[in-house]
């Protein structure tokens, strides 16, 4: 090895010494058994996440502990998606054939359908609010168009937009 290769491979190495003590990964044992999809962390503390089998999880202590809950009636819905503006009030998206969003602003006591899609076409893929007010979700192409609904009321309403 030459010089340079050297002292090369010595900077890289305390480089990614630096790096490596900032960072550390800790495995949390949820008591759950359901597939994460979806995952909103609203602050340092408060997290919400979505799966399989109409299971929402959440916490407020950073992860430390989690309140899991199936959403009565949607037991067999796949919530691919979540988006939480507080330890009260998140939104999420149900995939397929009939598709639903629903809203909580109880920490998830309750849940209210605040769309629906039966079109048996129908998979939703993704969902993104830009503020507390303005969101909206994009699915598989229907009829040739991709499919996209918006929100500007918080997630309380859904309308559907003309896909290209």
């Given amino acids: 090895m030459s010089f340079k290769t050297k002292h090369l491979l010595l900077l890289i190495g305390c480089v990614s010494c630096f790096f490596a003590q900032g960072q550390s990964i800790q ?24 799966g399989s089998a109409g299971t929402v999880g959440k916490s ?22 979540i988006e939480a503006f507080d330890a009260q009030t998140a939104v999420i998206m149900g995939i397929a054939s009939p598709a639903y969003i629903l809203k909580t602003n109880d920490g998830g006591q309750n849940w ?44 309380n309403s859904w309308q559907n937009l003309p896909g290209k």
């Avoid at 597939?35 to 996440?49: A, E, H």
């Avoid at 502990?65 to 067999?76: F, L």
């Fill in 27 to 50: 495995i949390l044992s949820a008591g759950t058994k359901t597939s994460i999809r979806g995952l909103s962390v609203v602050d340092d503390q408060t997290i919400w996440v979505s």
């Fill in 60 to 81: 407020t202590d950073g992860g430390q502990n989690w309140q899991w809950m199936n959403v009565k009636g949607y037991e067999k819905t796949d919530f691919r998606d």
């Fill in 112 to 155: 209210q359908r605040v769309y629906e899609n039966r079109d048996t076409s129908m998979f939703m893929d993704a969902m993104d609010f830009f503020d507390a007010k303005n969101g909206m979700v994009i699915g598989d192409p229907l009829q040739g168009r991709v499919f996209i609904a918006k929100t500007q009321d918080g997630g």
